[in-house]
C-alpha cells in the first residue's frame, strides 16, 4: 500500500517533514565541520555545502506544498477554517526553520562555495624578503587576499624553505576558512606571525597564530565579521563569528576585543589603536623599523 500524504494526514506529514529536516541539518552540521578543516578535498566539501543547502530548500518547499494541499482538503472535508489556517501555518513555521537553521550552519560555506563558483578570489601571493631576522632565518611574506588555495600555497612554500621563522601579513582579508587554514599552518610550525602595512578581516586570525605577534606602530589593523547573519544584525554571532572568536580567544587574545571584532560589519570595521592591540595580545611585540621591508 502507497503511502502517500493523504495517508499520512497532517500530523503524519509533519512527522515525516521533521525527520527529513533533522537529517539534512545534521549532514550540514557535519559538512560545516569538516569545511572547516582545509584541505585537497576543500571544494568538493563547498560544493556539498551548496547542494546540502539547495536540498533544504526543496525539502522545505515541497513539506510546505503538501501540508497547504492536505490542509486545504480538510477544510473542504468539514475543518473548521482557523483549525485548518493554524494546522498549515505550524508546518510552515517549522519548515522555514529548519531551512533556516541549515543555512545558519553553511552559511560561511556557501559564500565560500559562490566565491569558488561565480567569483574566485584569488589566493595570496608569497615571497621571501631580503632582509633576515636577527637569528639568520627567512622571512617570508604572504600578501593578498586569502582566497582558495591559499593555505595550499603557504605550505608549499614552506616545504620548500624549512628556514622561515616569520611570516609577515599584508591581506585586506578573504574566507574564513583559508584564513584558519593559514592560522593552523603557522601554529604548528611554531613560526612568529608579523604585519607591517594592512592587516584586515580574517586576517587578524593568522595573526593571533603567531608564537610571537609582531606589528609595527603605523601598521593598520582591522577587525570585522566575516560574513553578516542570515536573520539579526551585526551584532548577531554567526557560527563562523563563534569559531574564530574562540580561536583568538584560545590564543590568549583579549575576549572583549575578540568579542567586539565580530559585532561589526565589513563596512564599520573596529581599528584598535596600538595601545589597546598590545593590552589585548592582539600584538606582543612592535616590529623594530630596522627590520621593515619595502616592496
Not at 473542504?76 to 533556516?100: D, K, N, T
Not at 588555495?149 to 599584508?170: K, M, W
Not at 595601545?275 to 595580545?281: Q, R, S, V
Amino acid at each position: 500500500m502507497a503511502l502517500t500524504p493523504e495517508r499520512l494526514g497532517l500530523r503524519g506529514t509533519l512527522a515525516v517533514g521533521l525527520m527529513g529536516a533533522a537529517a539534512l541539518a545534521l549532514v550540514a552540521g557535519a559538512v560545516a565541520q569538516a569545511t572547516w578543516s582545509v584541505g585537497p578535498h576543500y571544494p568538493l566539501w563547498l560544493q556539498a555545502a551548496g547542494a546540502l543547502m539547495l536540498a533544504t530548500g526543496f525539502w522545505s518547499a515541497s513539506w510546505i506544498w503538501v501540508a497547504f494541499t492536505l490542509a486545504e482538503r480538510r477544510v473542504m472535508q468539514g475543518m473548521s477554517l482557523p483549525r485548518g489556517i493554524l494546522a498549515f501555518a505550524a508546518q510552515c513555521s517549522v519548515a522555514l526553520a529548519f531551512a533556516l537553521a541549515t543555512g545558519h550552519l553553511l552559511h560561511p560555506l556557501l559564500h565560500a562555495w559562490y566565491a569558488h563558483a561565480f567569483d574566485p578570489l584569488p589566493a595570496a601571493e608569497w615571497r621571501l624578503l631580503p632582509e633576515r631576522n636577527p637569528d639568520g632565518s627567512d622571512v617570508l611574506e604572504l600578501y593578498g587576499p586569502l582566497g582558495l588555495g591559499t593555505t595550499a600555497r603557504l605550505q608549499a612554500a614552506l616545504a620548500a624553505h624549512p628556514g622561515v621563522r616569520t611570516v609577515q601579513i599584508d591581506s585586506a582579508g578573504g574566507l574564513a576558512p583559508e584564513a584558519l587554514g593559514v592560522a593552523r599552518l603557522i601554529e604548528s610550525h611554531g613560526l612568529d606571525t608579523a604585519v607591517e602595512r594592512c592587516c584586515e578581516g580574517v586576517c587578524v586570525v593568522v595573526l593571533a597564530a603567531g608564537a610571537r605577534r609582531l606589528a609595527t606602530p603605523h601598521a593598520v589593523l582591522r577587525c570585522h565579521k566575516p560574513y553578516m547573519p542570515i536573520l539579526g544584525g551585526a551584532a548577531t554571532l554567526t557560527a563562523a563569528d563563534q569559531r574564530l572568536r574562540q580561536w583568538l580567544v584560545d590564543r590568549g587574545v583579549d575576549p572583549a576585543l575578540a568579542l567586539a571584532c565580530h559585532q561589526r560589519p565589513a563596512w564599520q570595521p573596529l581599528t584598535p589603536d596600538p595601545a589597546t592591540l598590545k593590552d589585548a595580545w592582539l600584538v606582543t611585540d612592535w616590529k623594530p623599523a630596522a627590520q621593515a621591508s619595502q616592496r
